[in-house]
């Protein structure tokens, strides 16, 4: 089956980092993945590791370790258009379906 | 990037009527397209899995015969809501993978936000 936990809100400040938790239990395991979503939009892409260790992409960075199944996404300087919610998902192996987490809504106070 | 058309954005129906809603990938094949649902403040949840000439695959809990899907092409896949409620009152959205690149990421639709009065 699969578990994905990561914390349901967080509060963060403009210009400062914060550092998103994902946890997984999955079978099939085939990669994770990060979506941002703002409200009533569809999510969209921001990273996919399915090797262990750091990928960083501008602002946002994304780990994983596989051994441990676990995932965070890592944003820096921090913007008021940040303020979404922040998905992690994972790509199950038997037949690529996508299932999500329930997703940490991120609120960037000025 | 691939990008992903769904249609309507919006609809509002009546209780008891059908509502129709497309899904295509406009510049790559797509054999699977998978259809979510969001209720508010909630995630996506897994609907079910849309194979391009085969039957659709469902997740447990979602009635096959109310959500109709059908995938007949390598870019259009449609879901019909039957005999809609308004418990059915909720934000749909599709995805799909381009298959043809190996494992990368979903790409989805704009999402079709449904009103059931």
């Known amino acids: 089956g699969q578990n994905i936990d990561q914390p349901t809100e967080m509060t963060a400040t403009e210009g400062a980092i914060v550092q998103i938790n994902c946890t997984y239990q999955?079978?099939?395991?085939?990669?994770l993945f990060w979506y941002q979503q703002h409200a009533g939009e569809a999510p969209t892409f921001l990273s996919y590791?399915?090797?262990?260790g750091l990928e960083e992409k501008g602002r946002f960075s994304s780990f994983l370790s596989r051994s441990k199944g676990y995932s965070y996404l890592l944003l820096k300087e921090l913007q008021m258009k940040d303020s979404a919610s922040y998905l992690c998902a994972d790509l199950l192996n038997r037949d690529d379906k996508i299932i999500f987490g329930k997703g940490t809504r991120l609120h960037i106070l000025p | 990037g691939a990008v992903v058309s769904q249609h309507p954005s919006r609809v509002i129906c009546k209780s008891g009527t059908s509502v129709k809603i497309e899904c295509r990938s406009l510049?790559?094949?797509?054999?699977?397209m998978f259809w979510y649902r969001q209720f508010p403040k909630q995630s996506l949840m897994l609907m079910a899995t849309s194979n391009e000439g085969s039957k659709a695959t469902y997740e447990q809990g979602v009635e096959k015969d109310k959500f109709l899907i059908n995938h007949a092409s390598l870019t259009l896949s449609t879901l019909t809501v039957t005999s809609a409620h308004p418990e059915d009152s909720s934000f749909y959205i599709c995805?799909?993978?381009?298959?043809?690149?190996?494992?990368?990421?979903?790409?989805f639709g704009q999402g079709t936000r449904l009103t059931v009065v």
């Open positions: 590791n399915v090797l262990d």
């Open positions: 999955t079978s099939g395991f085939n990669g």
């Open positions: 510049d790559f094949q797509a054999t699977t």
């Open positions: 995805s799909a993978r381009d298959g043809g690149r190996g494992p990368t990421e979903a790409f």
